[in-house]
Structure formats: structure tokens, C-alpha cells
């Protein structure tokens, strides 16, 4: 168990760093920033890796029964659009909150999603892992609490030296928590296809960690096909092309690359964690893995000055929902435990 609620714990880092480097892009719009980044992570990045990594590629995916495909798919569609009003909602909100409420959300639906196709584990270790998520949940509600705060606190400073301020909170926080839900796919496709693409995999000689890769390629690729048309619909619209014509181009594209290999390995990461936490292992990894994205996303944020100018009281709000998602998650891992 140890082990993975290690690689779950790392899987989260991962995730709450790798939307970091954005930050640091030049002459982009978010349009241009998001729609390479979404490229290479739902495609690129995902095919070189599977094509290049498992053996019986071809076999393995040909012989996947309709019906797992049916489910990957259609939950990794709805993923990919919770995924896109993830990245709009970062910048209504900034990187700390916005990890927060939406991370907060999937922990809330998509740690439960996985029962449907795994089943209630033993009335004790429910209890638990239900408690925790209560626990998870204060969190989520303390870390809104603290975004509202802020938000008046930067309101007060920018009318003071006659600034606008960024998007609306309160339509930042809307965006993340119906991305939250609609991500939540993501935790129902893995729990579908795990059996069938790890048998498959083993039987064609892989290594376990490969079921996580083979896991991975329908959900990123399905996920991505929403993506991509919305960019492309964006960047017409917005006539964004032309800023893709930058001195900083390669800088750019580097900077992108790394939060598309960030954002894939972490899924990746959270998918073979989730086989090594054993039969409750999708939704404890779960939690796990999308609590520690958000404790480093927060730290990230801080470090980053997002918080700069809010007040002792918005920071209190912050840290408390914080200590509690992570209360939350020690309750949920001490669940799997008992199992």
C-alpha cells in the first residue's frame, strides 16, 4: 500500500507543477499557450509514448471489446471538456484557486465514480473513505471562501489606484466546479478499461507499469478531439495565428512541452498508482493524487505572489482548506489500509 499511495502522492506534485511554466510564456495568447499545449499532450505526446512503449500495441487495441470502448470514450470526451474549463478557469482565478475548486470537485464525484464498475468495498473501509471525502469537502468550501476574500481584497487595491481586475471570482470558481464534474470521466474511464488493457498488456509481455500507458492512450486521445476543435474555433476567432510569430516562439514551445510531459506522465503516474493500492485503489488513488496536486499547486501559487496582496484573513481561509483536504486524504489512506 505504502508504495502506492507514494506514487499517487508524486503523481499530484506533477500535476500541480505542470500548468507552472505558463506563466513564464512570451508574446502568447492564452488561446496560442493552450491550444499547443493541449496538441501535444492529448496527441503527441500520448501516441509517441504508447506506439514507442508497448509491446503488441496494434493486437492489444484491436481486440478491446465495443463496449470498453464505448465508455472510455464517451467519459474521456466529457473529461476533455472539464480539462478545457480548467484551463479557463486558472485564469479567471489564478493557479492556486483554481487547482483548488476543481480539483476539490473531481475528489468529491470522481473518488465515488469508480464503484460503479468496481463495487462498494466492506462497510468499515466506506465509512472511512466517505468521512475523509466530508473532510475533503470542508476543504473545498474553506478554499472558495478564501478566492471570494481575495477577490474583494484585490478589488479594494485596484480601485484604489484606479486598475481594472482580472475575470469575475465568482464566474471563475462556477467555471472550475462544472469542469470538476465533467472531469470526473477521467476516473470512470480508467476504472472501465484497467482490466481488460492490463491482462491484455501482461499477455503480450509488458511490465505492470505499461497498463498505465495502454490506459492512457483511448482517454487522452478521446479527451482530445474537444480540445482541438475548440482551439481551433478560438484561434479563428480571436484571429490568434499571428501570435504565434513570435521572437519567443521556441522559448514558448519548450516552456509548453514541459507542462504537456508533466500532465500526461502525472495521469500516468496516478493510473499505475491506483493498481498498486489494490482493489479500492482507483478511488483512494484518486483522492490521494488530486489532493497532492492541490497542496502543490497552492504552495505554487504562493510562492508565484498570486496571494500578494490579499489579506491575513483570505491567507487564514486558504491554509485552513488546505490543512483539511489534507486531513481528508490521510482519513481516505488509513480507508485503504483497512481494506
Known amino acids: 500500500m505504502t508504495e502506492g499511495v507514494l506514487w499517487a502522492i508524486f503523481a ?25 499545449f ?48 480548467w484551463s479557463k478557469a486558472i485564469n479567471h482565478i489564478g493557479l492556486s484557486l483554481g487547482f483548488s475548486i476543481f480539483i476539490g470537485t473531481i475528489i468529491l464525484v470522481g473518488s465515488l465514480l469508480p464503484f460503479i464498475e468496481d463495487g ?40 484604489a489606484e484606479g486598475k481594472s481586475t482580472k475575470g469575475s471570482m465568482v464566474t471563475g470558481i462556477m467555471i472550475a466546479v462544472v469542469g470538476g464534474l465533467l472531469a470526473t470521466g477521467f476516473s470512470y474511464a480508467n476504472a472501465a478499461g484497467r482490466p481488460y488493457l492490463h491482462k491484455a498488456s501482461i499477455a503480450q509481455g509488458n511490465a505492470d507499469w505499461i497498463t498505465a ?18 482551439f481551433l474555433w478560438q484561434l ?21 512541452l514541459i507542462m504537456a510531459v508533466f500532465h500526461y506522465a502525472a495521469s500516468a503516474l496516478f493510473a499505475y498508482a491506483a493498481f498498486k493500492l489494490g ?20 504552495v505554487s501559487g504562493l510562492i508565484t505572489k498570486e496571494w500578494a496582496s490579499a489579506s491575513p484573513k483570505a491567507r487564514n481561509f486558504l491554509y485552513g482548506g488546505l490543512s483539511c483536504m489534507i486531513a481528508g486524504i490521510v482519513i481516505v489512506a488509513y480507508a485503504n489500509g483497512l481494506g
Open 12 to 36: 499530484g506534485l506533477m500535476l500541480g507543477l505542470y500548468a507552472l511554466p505558463e506563466k513564464f510564456t512570451k508574446g502568447f495568447k492564452y488561446e496560442n499557450t493552450w491550444s499547443l
Open 38 to 85: 493541449f496538441l501535444l499532450t492529448m496527441f503527441v505526446v500520448p501516441i509517441i509514448a504508447s506506439v514507442t512503449l508497448i509491446q503488441g500495441f496494434g493486437e492489444i487495441f484491436g481486440n478491446m471489446p465495443t463496449d470498453i470502448w464505448i465508455k472510455m470514450g464517451l467519459t474521456s470526451f466529457l473529461w476533455g471538456i472539464g480539462v478545457m474549463m
Open 120 to 159: 462498494l468495498p466492506p462497510s468499515n473501509v466506506l465509512t472511512f473513505i466517505l468521512l475523509g471525502i466530508l473532510v475533503v469537502l470542508l476543504g473545498v468550501i474553506l478554499n472558495g471562501k478564501a478566492g471570494l476574500t481575495r477577490e474583494k481584497d484585490e478589488a479594494k487595491i485596484a480601485s
Open 213 to 230: 500507458v495502454a490506459v492512457m492512450f483511448p482517454i487522452f486521445l478521446s479527451g482530445g478531439i474537444v480540445m482541438t476543435a475548440y
Open 236 to 256: 479563428n476567432a480571436k484571429k490568434a495565428w499571428g501570435d504565434f510569430k513570435t521572437p519567443a516562439f521556441g522559448k514558448n514551445l519548450f516552456l509548453i
Open 279 to 298: 482493489k479500492s485503489g482507483n478511488t483512494v488513488g484518486y483522492a490521494i493524487f488530486n489532493t497532492a496536486c492541490v497542496a502543490t499547486a497552492i
